[in-house]
Every structure is written in C-alpha cells, then in structure tokens.
C-alpha cells in the first residue's frame, strides 16, 4: 500500500518524533505534527483495459505552533519526498492559521504514480 510506504518514508526523513498521523491527528497532539492522506486513487488504464499504473492525490498537512517552525518543517516535508521512491508530480503548498487550535499550517498537495 502506497500509505505504508510514505509513512516509513516520512518517518525516516522527516524530524517529528513519530508524530506522523493518517488522516486524523489526534486531539492534544504534541507539536510539530503531519497528517497524510490519500485523497484519490486512480487506475490508469490502457486502450484494452490493462491497469498500467496507479495515480494518487496525496495531501500531507504539516502543523506547527508558529509560522516559522512550519515552514521549516514544510521544506524538510519537501525534500524528504524529491527523494521518496515515487517522485512527486505537481507538488503544490498553501497555508493557513487555524484559530481555534491556534495552528500554523502548511498544506501539501501532490500526485504520485505507482507502475501496476
């Protein structure tokens, strides 16, 4: 599963103690944390409908409890998956402040290809 695979790879290259969730980060979580989730999968098939490779939306949200120590963790996000296995397509970054966790955000959004 390509989860498992971004989560030993995160978890080797990026310095957040374990603080690596799927999809839900838990309530009174230690800072900095990140949250991965596949938001789509797609098969991409050939003209006689032979599955070639499967394409993923991959959303990893870093969170920190200020502006700089996010983007910090955010560009060590970045660099950790130009090396991960399935190199990165589209990788895209937006943030945000959540106020009622007053919470620094840095939103990462990519596409990643695995052969069938």
Request: proline share 4%.
């Amino acid at each position: 599963m390509i989860e498992q695979e971004l989560f030993a790879h995160l978890e080797a290259n990026v310095s957040v103690n374990g603080r690596i969730y799927p999809a839900l980060m838990p309530q009174d979580c230690a800072m900095p944390a990140l949250v991965y989730l596949v938001v789509t999968e797609n098969d991409e098939q050939l003209l006689f409908g032979d599955v070639s490779h499967i394409r993923y939306l991959v959303q990893i949200d870093v969170y920190a409890k200020s502006y700089g120590a996010g983007k910090q963790l955010k560009n060590e996000v970045k660099n950790a998956l130009y090396s991960f296995k399935y190199y990165p397509i589209g990788l895209n970054v937006s943030e945000s402040y959540e106020q009622e966790t007053r919470l620094f955000r840095q939103m990462i959004t990519m596409t990643i290809q695995e052969p069938k």
